[in-house]
């Protein structure tokens, strides 16, 4: 495990390395992720959660009550554990330092070689909780980063094998489903309304130790983190540690408001601070990994950095506030718009920026495309532009796994870009990033192009995963490599 001030991605009990994201799912996240305004579930709760809620919250204005048994006894059964195994020596690959391969002369001192061919597998635990009660599960993108077979258990000891839908690397969110119908599920709370102060809740498997609740208060909304820039973290003192990772953290009503995610340590062991990710914020990520196979964010095009009193002092400002812009990407959306290095940005989309550190989440969960209203200031004086924002870079890949292990087919994917259209029909295709399994068993390589399967085209990972889930022993892809085509047949596993 890698320990650094910020630990991150830390709560994983064996470090897998790698990203995995698999193809969505035809359905969406369940309806229990709606909220009504005053941030609970639109979806009534039952008179036994009425009575548990009752049990715990207080009236507004007054103490709350901090006897989480109640709500343990309601929503502890929808958390679960996510165990995920991965070969040894794939492993041990993944773990190397970025551009080091075996012929690499320093190879023999990362431990590689330790890992002997045929040897016990990598095995790391987490945590999870259930959104929808036909088995669909979110948990942390690091948690199965890079597994090969993911294992569900349930409270009620059924353990399941799961297929990864998706995940994100960059929020640090994955979707499993498993097959299983009636689940208990969470209800989804509104993190907006949740407050500095407020008590929360829990509950995963340190060390894996299953059904571990810990409590504590929200310290600090809308963090950010080194290397995160895309999420507003929650953090609190609530105990987290490894194995506590992708598990939910509850208020006193019952909901979840986020997802914990990683901790602050010195040592690699909970130290007073953890963070967790917004569920609103992972339920976007979750929808549009299951509707699209990969996350879109807005960029805007700037360079920026928080200003301090003397900073703040110089641009005429009344107090250290904003984002300041230090460069603006040529040709970019910004620059387009008229941005200027200098300016403050102020406000994005008609909220306000307190700091630079809080523009980066808040333009990225917004629509490429989406025309936005900036307000910045600029010698000494207040201005409105508009901007229309664009895409960030490339999302995660996809992938076609038909089943929970290694997958039938054995392919990492993606979209095609408008760049690589190689077939005249417009919208055909899908990239291959990488094979294993079957497919590399059959001769698909990184950089095919493929264009349809079972003579059935194929436009997006969802028709590619359709094919393959109706197909028998074998399936028949027609690949595009350079200028040529050819048809290239695959066993399947």
């Known amino acids: 495990m890698k320990i650094q001030t910020i630990v991150s991605k830390p709560l994983v009990a064996a470090l897998l390395g790698g990203a995995v994201a698999l193809a969505p799912a035809a359905t969406l996240l369940a309806s229990r992720a709606a909220t009504s305004a005053d941030g609970t579930a639109a979806a009534g709760p039952t008179d036994a959660v009425a009575r548990a809620v009752a049990s715990v919250a207080a009236a507004p204005g007054t103490p709350a009550s901090t006897d989480f048994r109640a709500l343990v006894r309601e929503y502890g059964p929808a958390v679960v554990n996510v165990s995920v195994r991965q070969d040894a020596r794939k492993a041990a690959?993944?773990?190397?330092?970025?551009?080091?391969?075996?012929?690499?002369?320093?190879?023999?001192?990362?431990?590689?070689?330790?890992?002997?061919?045929?040897?016990?597998?990598?095995?790391?635990?987490?945590?999870?909780?259930?959104?929808?009660?036909?088995?669909?599960?979110?948990?942390?993108?690091?948690?199965?980063?890079?597994?090969?077979?993911?294992?569900?258990?349930?409270?009620?000891?059924?353990?399941?094998?799961?297929?990864?839908?998706?995940?994100?690397?960059?929020?640090?969110?994955?979707?499993?489903?498993?097959?299983?119908?009636?689940?208990?599920?969470?209800?989804?709370?509104?993190?907006?309304?949740?407050?500095?102060?407020?008590?929360?809740?829990?509950?995963?498997?340190?060390?894996?130790?299953?059904?571990?609740?810990?409590a504590g208060i929200v310290s600090a909304k809308g963090r950010t983190l080194p290397d995160d820039g895309y999420v507003p973290f929650i953090q609190s003192d609530v105990a987290v540690n490894p194995g506590n990772s992708g598990g939910p953290l509850f208020n006193l009503r019952g909901e979840v408001v986020g997802i914990n995610s990683q901790i602050y340590s010195r040592s690699g062991g909970y130290q007073g601070v953890s963070f967790a990710i917004p569920i609103d914020v992972a339920m976007d990520v979750g929808r549009q990994l299951q509707a699209d196979g990969r996350v879109t964010r807005g960029r805007l095009g700037v360079g920026i950095q928080d200003l301090d009193q003397a900073l703040a002092k110089s641009f005429g400002l009344d107090r250290p506030r904003g984002a300041?812009?230090?460069?603006?990407?040529?040709?970019?959306?910004?620059?387009?718009?008229?941005?200027?290095?200098?300016?403050?940005?102020?406000?994005?989309?008609?909220?306000?920026?307190?700091?630079?550190?809080?523009?980066?989440?808040?333009?990225?969960?917004?629509?490429?495309?989406?025309?936005?209203?900036?307000?910045?200031?600029?010698?000494?004086?207040?201005?409105?532009?508009?901007?229309?924002?664009?895409?960030?870079?490339?999302?995660?890949?996809?992938?076609?796994?038909?089943?929970?292990?290694?997958?039938?087919?054995?392919?990492?994917?993606?979209?095609?870009?408008?760049?690589?259209?190689?077939?005249?029909?417009?919208?055909?295709?899908?990239?291959?990033?990488?094979?294993?399994?079957?497919?590399?068993?059959?001769?698909?390589?990184?950089?095919?192009?493929?264009?349809?399967?079972?003579?059935?085209?194929?436009?997006?990972?969802?028709?590619?995963?359709?094919?393959?889930?109706?197909?028998?022993?074998?399936?028949?892809?027609?690949?595009?490599?350079?200028?040529?085509?050819?048809?290239?047949?695959?066993?399947?596993?």
Not at 430 to 447: D, F, L, N, S, W
């Open 93 to 214: 690959r993944r773990s190397l330092p970025p551009g080091m391969d075996e012929d690499h002369p320093l190879y023999r001192y990362f431990g590689a070689p330790m890992a002997p061919e045929g040897g016990p597998p990598a095995s790391g635990e987490g945590s999870g909780f259930i959104v929808s009660e036909d088995g669909v599960i979110l948990t942390n993108a690091h948690v199965v980063d890079g597994a090969d077979r993911v294992t569900v258990k349930l409270t009620d000891r059924r353990e399941f094998e799961a297929r990864v839908l998706g995940a994100d690397a960059k929020s640090d969110v994955a979707v499993l489903k498993i097959e299983a119908r009636g689940l208990p599920a969470v209800r989804i709370g509104n993190p907006a309304a949740l407050e500095v102060g407020e008590w929360v809740m829990a509950i995963g498997a340190p060390f894996g130790f299953e059904n571990s609740v810990t």
């Open 324 to 493: 300041l812009v230090a460069s603006v990407e040529a040709g970019g959306p910004a620059a387009k718009a008229g941005v200027q290095e200098g300016d403050v940005i102020l406000s994005f989309d008609g909220r306000a920026v307190e700091s630079s550190g809080a523009l980066p989440a808040t333009v990225a969960a917004v629509k490429p495309g989406q025309k936005v209203e900036l307000e910045v200031w600029r010698e000494r004086a207040s201005r409105r532009l508009r901007v229309e924002l664009g895409g960030a870079e490339p999302a995660e890949a996809v992938a076609d796994n038909g089943t929970p292990a290694r997958g039938r087919l054995g392919l990492r994917i993606r979209p095609v870009s408008p760049g690589e259209r190689t077939d005249a029909e417009a919208g055909r295709g899908v990239v291959v990033e990488e094979a294993t399994g079957p497919a590399a068993a059959a001769g698909i390589q990184p950089g095919d192009v493929v264009l349809s399967a079972n003579g059935k085209a194929v436009r997006n990972v969802d028709d590619l995963r359709n094919v393959v889930n109706d197909a028998g022993d074998l399936v028949a892809l027609l690949v595009q490599r350079g200028p040529a085509r050819l048809f290239v047949p695959v066993e399947l596993g």
